[in-house]
């Protein structure tokens, strides 16, 4: 594969696509009805064999069955093979809290440290300050190489980054995909700057744009049963844009989910992190590095993202009247 960036400033090198591991251990994703502990550690050992080491795992993804799951993973391999990031939750809020979250991943990951380790939400700014101590703490320990954040916007960051003194936030952790563009706003552009690596989660809009659903065709699981990216109105309005994926993919011998994810890492600090269940996933999401999309692709890509955001906008617009014209009738009768 051989397209590798740097973590941050801190001489980690990660595959410029991870793996997200949401998926492993949960129930709520499908795992143990449609795919197994056996098919996550086939997509395990093809990702390392072709050059995928950047794994990202929660304390929170499956009860900690995730991080389970990978630890299993690991016990094959040298320790110094993967890059393991991750995240514990804001409910952490207390030493000993984070303390006792690192200790318990660390423990189901079967590892005396973790490569990164994120905040996985920020709880109120006021606890930034905190926070960041402790996880410098760990870091002085050699419990943790890097620290990184995640869900954070410019301001938490900023805050986050002058409570540190002795090192720096290697990464945020955002949603990023073509359909989800909050960060290109100004999290982009500064993380580029200050060389902070952007990690995109559901960089696939967790499937919508595979161009594998429609809205005859929706997944079951119940994570994506209530997820806005699947409703039928969605679904249907991003058909054209879908449509325009496909015809780049098929000039190119590429599929769509690898022009989805070639269209993220156009950003030089960009890693995305696409969750996978199986080794088909890993083997198509591994393609997606050795090309560039050229100008003229990003263009027709960007005319078709800005045709459908006009018909959403108007759809929303449109809601917003029907809801005026509703309250307005009801104080008028009232
Ligand atoms: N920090 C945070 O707050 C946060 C939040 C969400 C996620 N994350 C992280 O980001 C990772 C990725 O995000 P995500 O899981 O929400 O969404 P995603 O990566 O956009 O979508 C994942 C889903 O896409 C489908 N898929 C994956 N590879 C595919 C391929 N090559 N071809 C076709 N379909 C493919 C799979 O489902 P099907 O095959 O069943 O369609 C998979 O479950 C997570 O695993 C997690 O590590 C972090």
Redo the contacts with the bound molecule.
Sequence with gaps: MGEYRELGSSGIKVSAVGI????WGSKI??YSK?YSDQDLLEAFNKALELGINFF???EI?GNGRSEEILGRCLKSIKRDEVVIAT?FSPTRMTERGIRSALEGSLKRLGTSYVDLYQV??PTSSTFIPMTMKILEKLWSEGKVLTIGV??FNLKQLEKARESLSRIDIVSN?V?Y?MLKRDVEKDMLEYCLREKITLIA???????AL?G?YSQLNK?R?LVRKVNPYFTSWKLKNIQPLIEVLREIASRRGK?I?QIVLNWIIRWPNAIP?????KI??VL??AGSLDFRLDEEELKIIEEKLREIQMKSSSRIIHGVRLLKNFLSMKIYEG
Excluded at 201 to 207: F, I
Excluded at 273 to 277: D, N
């Design positions: 997200g591991t949401w998926q994703w499908g449609t990202d795992t929660a993804y995240k996985h939400w995640s869900n952790q949603e995909n989660y559901s960089p696939l809009a967790q499937g595979t594998k997944p699981d599929t989910t992190i696409p969750g996978v269940k088909e996933h198509d999401i």
